[in-house]
Structure formats: C-alpha cells, structure tokens
C-alpha cells in the first residue's frame, strides 16, 4: 500500500485479554517503530526494528508487552493481561532505512480496556 | 534524560497570521528534529526534519529552525489558515534510535 496501515483500527476488550496489533508498514522500508499515545500526554517509544537486528525494546512499559516483525516487514504488537492503563492509541512508524529520514505514521489503534 | 518541552500548549488566531511554535529540548546532543502534525483521529503527518548539522529547512509556508547549542527549535508558520488547525508535535532523536516528543501545541485557526 501506499502508507503505514494499522488493524485494526479500534479494539475494545475487557481486562485480563491478551490483544495483538497489526502493523504493515510501507514496502521496502527497513525500520519500524511502535509508539503509544495516552490520553493527554505525548507519544512514548515503544519499541524499534531496523532490518535483522536484535531490535530496541528499551521503551517497552511491562513484560506483558512484546513485540515481534516476520519477514523483515509486518510487525504485530502483544498486550497479555491487559490493564485498565493500557488503554491508549498505539501507533506505527516506518522509515526507510532507521537513520536520517522522517518517519512516516500510520492512523493508529485505539485500545480501550473495560 | 532529555525532555522536550513545547510551548504554548494551545493557540489560537485569525487567519492570515504569522506564528511560530517553540520547542526545546535538554540534551543538546541529538540526532535530528522532525516536526509534525496531527489531526485529530489521525496519526502524524511528518511536516519537516532538520538534521543535527543544519540551522533550518523549509517547505511552503513553513520553516523550522534549529540551534543545538540552545537547546531549542521553532516552527514558523506564515500566513496561516483554516486549514493549518491541528495538533503540531516536535520530535527529538538522539544518538540511539528512540525518539522523544513534546506534549504538542494545539492550534486553532480562525476564519
């Protein structure tokens, strides 16, 4: 496709599921980074892939969040048991190669935990 | 830890106004600056980037500016519109591959 798509694009579950988030970032681009937005507060680094590399998981909040990219390209996000505080729009990014260019967004999914 | 900081949180002006946002950030040693824009119920939308080595950049009526040394960037937006009202976001990226964003600044621009 032409942009970063993200899938779904709302989910609602109740506390205590696991949720997976879908990535597909733009063809060819190498980099891929997940970020979260809560509400009322900035975006916060999740976690990045650059290509084969063992990818940064510095941001990730919990072991309840992982985080994994198949074949270089899609990447889906894990939320086990989830919280109450894990309710937020979560948002991919792709760059071409990871250093010097933008990243480019996708419109995101919004978590709502009951 | 860096942190970056933008001011004003929100804005509002009549269209046809010349403004500027501000960013600053602690840590002086970054990689690049990227300014964005969100609308709302949107991801972001990569406005411009500004690399560590260079002062400024520009694209249509917008042009950012950088100073290292001070820890600061602006976002200056001349003429604006209607359709400029949005959610702006500055984003710091440092030696690593994390990316720190400010809180935003809430523009509304007035018919």
């Known amino acids: 496709g032409a942009g970063v798509s993200q899938s779904p694009s709302n989910k609602v579950t109740e506390k205590g599921k696991d949720v997976e988030l879908r990535c597909d970032p733009i063809s060819g681009h190498t980099a891929l980074y997940w970020y979260r937005q809560s509400l009322g507060q900035g975006l916060e680094f999740l976690i990045y892939f650059q290509g084969n590399s063992a990818p940064d998981k510095s941001g990730l909040p919990s072991d309840r969040f992982s985080a994994e990219r198949t074949g270089g390209s899609v990447s889906t996000l894990t939320i086990q048991r989830t919280q109450q505080e894990d309710s937020a729009v979560y948002l991919c990014?792709?760059?071409?190669?990871?250093?010097?260019?933008?990243?480019?967004f996708g419109d995101g999914t919004r978590l709502s935990i009951l | 830890k860096q942190e970056v900081t933008q001011i004003p949180a929100a804005l509002s002006v009549p269209e046809g106004e010349n403004l500027v946002l501000n960013c600053s950030f602690t840590?002086?040693?970054?990689?690049?600056l990227q300014w964005f824009r969100q609308d709302p119920g949107k991801g972001l939308t990569s406005l411009l980037l500004i690399q560590s080595s260079q002062r400024e950049q520009t694209s249509g009526r917008l042009n950012a500016s950088l100073d290292k040394s001070s820890g600061r960037s602006t976002l200056y937006i001349a003429a604006s519109q209607p359709g400029d009202s949005a959610t702006y976001l500055c984003a710091v990226r440092g030696g690593g591959f994390k990316t720190i964003f400010g809180a935003g600044t809430r523009l509304f621009v007035k018919a």
């Open positions: 990014a792709s760059s071409p190669t990871g250093t010097s260019e933008p990243q480019h």
């Open positions: 840590d002086s040693a970054i990689y690049n």
